[in-house]
């Protein structure tokens, strides 16, 4: 965010933690900024101490704001060169508050007035929420949000249970027939869980879809993906539970894992919470390599390359998602941005290619607003962030 922005968004925030305004993410931001420096901190606690806000209103109310806010803005405009994001906020807090004797109260009001046409954009961009479309073998859809907490009768003669943002197979209820390969599609912007009918868990993320049968039969239990998802594999020692992918197959008998296999990812991602699986490395003409993977490894497989590697890795951070955080460990921008594009459904585009190569760590709630994911990422880096309808443009400061 700009240097201005980010001056009047700390003011409004410790305004509102003073009068238990705060929501659960403006305060996970305002502790994030408080505890990034011995400097915010002792802005933060300047800014707090013996705000006595009831005696101010009288004197606030005698105050023309808009004039004081007149007086005000060329002074904050004037400043371009700070680049540290909260290098003069002494100053400005300042001409905020002290000299007009209002304290956070003129601080929070006088933003209101003002705020801008962006924050209104980034307001209007919602986290994702539990959507996905059932589309059976004779091609029918059926939208699952429409059927929440009901029963599904498919016309094979199928009953499906259709429960707090899950789809449960329940053998017992299934037609004695031919097998039928069903498929869930999760779009942008959502997300679900599914029970197969050996008892398998799957999460499947946003822009992601699972094609399987309605029951397994032979020797294998086979399902396809294309995108994100976790699986906690019923355990079956005679029968093998394998993912495959357009460029990996990954074959277990019951453990917990996930796999990432997203078309405009460079690599595909296999992650092992625990447990052993044999991971299959392919290209169009066939395998090109075979790997056993352990507890809290990791095989990425670079599609362009055809090289695997394998590694240890904190899990969490590759599973997070499932559980309703973003963990991310010197991760660039432009595989982040990636993340949040799904989630959020924007459109990401970069006004310098190179801004993508900026590294980031940290971790953010999966349901934050968006306005605030964006600030964590803007805090303390050189990035900004402009929204129109559903484009997200990602610029360097100037």
């Known amino acids: ?53 009831e005696s101010k209103k009288e004197e606030y109310n005698q105050i023309d704001l808009g004039e004081a806010w ?19 906020f002494v100053r400005y807090a300042a001409i905020l508050i002290l000299p007009l004797a209002i304290g956070g109260y003129l601080v929070y009001h006088a933003i209101d007035s003002v705020e801008s046409y962006d924050e209104i954009l980034v307001d209007n961009i919602k986290p994702g929420t539990q959507k996905a479309t059932l589309v059976l073998a004779n091609g029918e859809m059926i939208d699952l949000e429409d059927q929440q907490n009901s029963l599904i009768k498919t016309p094979e003669g199928d009953q499906l249970n259709n429960s707090n943002h899950k789809l449960s197979y329940n053998s017992e209820q299934l037609a004695e027939m031919k097998t039928k390969w069903h498929r869930l599609v999760v779009p942008k912007g959502g997300e ?7 008892g398998t868990q799957v999460w499947l993320n946003s822009d992601s879809e699972l094609k399987y049968t309605d029951r397994f039969v032979g020797k294998d239990r086979i399902v396809h993906l294309k995108g994100e998802a976790y699986f906690d594999v019923a355990e079956d020692k005679a029968h093998a539970f394998i993912v495959k992918t357009n460029t990996m197959d990954v074959k277990v008998y019951g453990t917990e894992f996930n796999v990432m296999a997203y078309e ?7 992650t092992l919470v625990e447990g052993s699986v044999g991971v299959d490395l392919k290209n169009e003409t066939g395998i090109v390599e075979k790997m056993m993977l352990k507890t809290n490894m990791q095989v990425a497989y670079n599609k362009g390359a055809l090289k695997g590697e394998v590694r240890t890795v904190d899990t969490g951070l590759y599973t997070g998602w499932k559980d309703g955080r973003f963990q991310f460990n010197d991760e660039d921008l432009g595989s982040i941005l990636r993340k949040l594009s799904r989630w959020y459904d924007v459109k990401v585009f970069f006004q310098n290619s190179t801004i993508q190569n900026i590294r980031f760590t940290g971790e953010m709630k999966r349901f934050d607003d968006f306005s605030t994911i964006l600030d964590l990422l ?21």
């Open 264 to 270: 405009d990812e460079e690599a595909v991602y296999t």
């Open 70 to 88: 007149k007086k005000l803005e060329p002074q904050l405009k004037a400043e371009t060169k700070v680049r540290t994001l909260f290098k003069e």
């Open 1 to 53: 965010m700009s240097t201005t922005k980010a001056h009047i968004k700390i003011s409004k925030l410790i305004y509102k933690e003073r009068t238990d305004l705060l929501s659960e993410s403006e305060t996970d931001f305002l502790n994030v900024w408080k505890n990034e420096s011995d400097e915010n901190r002792t802005i933060y606690e300047r800014l707090s101490q013996d705000l006595d806000l």
């Open 378 to 398: 803007e805090l303390g880096s050189d990035v900004e962030f402009q929204v129109k309808g559903n484009v997200l443009t990602v610029n360097q400061k100037i």
């Open 192 to 198: 679900y869980q599914l029970q197969l009918s050996d």
